[in-house]
């Protein structure tokens, strides 16, 4: 992640990290190294401490995964979030020499990680999960609709909470056009179902009313 260590493109506060881990849940858990190397898809949510600041994220892998076991010999790990993103093309502008690029938010989190198979922590976490994607949803579901079978769910389940130990994200989102070209660039990316990105453009944007890219 060069970009991470460009300030143009940094997140402007802790909101951003957040707002990037809750419209993209599902990360890379990964622990690098060694012949037992584990790269596991999982979804993960923020942990926030009585401040309010963001301290771990937490989540759970199945017992038989062998992710599990290189996490009991080795904690530290990093999740890689990939956000919002879009290539950008130059066919969009008045300026064809422009060359094509990509916007994209994403994050890497360095993690010591604990695991817990206490029933007590595994629907804790099963269920801060359920509330976390059923919560808006029209007739939604609950943990209590499984009936007994929750109990047999819940024994090949490990809870898992990364303590936060170092966060570098990046959020490339036109900053760095020039106006004229970040309307048109915002244009054709609409034209192009690309939504969520012009979303994320507009709030970064420091154009005017952030809205459509002119000064």
Known sequence: MGHARDA???ARSQDDVLKL??????????????????????????????QGRLVALQGHLARRNPHVARLRRDPIAQALVMGPHAYVSPSWLDDRTQAPSWN???????LE?????????????????????????????TLEEMGERYARLAQGVTALRGAITRTRSTFKL?????????AQLLAGLSRSGEAQVVQWMQAFSTRGDGQ???A
């Not at 990360?27 to 190294?33: F, I, K, R």
Request: hydrophobic share 45%; proline share 6%.
């Open 8 to 10: 143009l493109y940094a």
């Open 21 to 50: 881990l809750d419209a993209q849940p599902m990360a890379w858990l990964v622990s690098a190294g060694g012949e037992d190397a584990a790269f596991t898809p999982l979804p993960l949510r923020a942990a926030l401490d009585a």
């Open 104 to 110: 994209y938010a994403a994050a890497v989190f360095e």
């Open 113 to 141: 990680v604990s695991l817990s198979e206490e029933p007590q922590d595994i629907e804790d976490e099963l269920r801060a999960l359920v509330t976390r994607m059923e919560g808006a949803r029209p007739n939604a579901w």
């Open 174 to 182: 036109g900053q760095d056009e020039r106006d004229h070209d970040f």
């Open 212 to 214: 459509d890219g002119r």
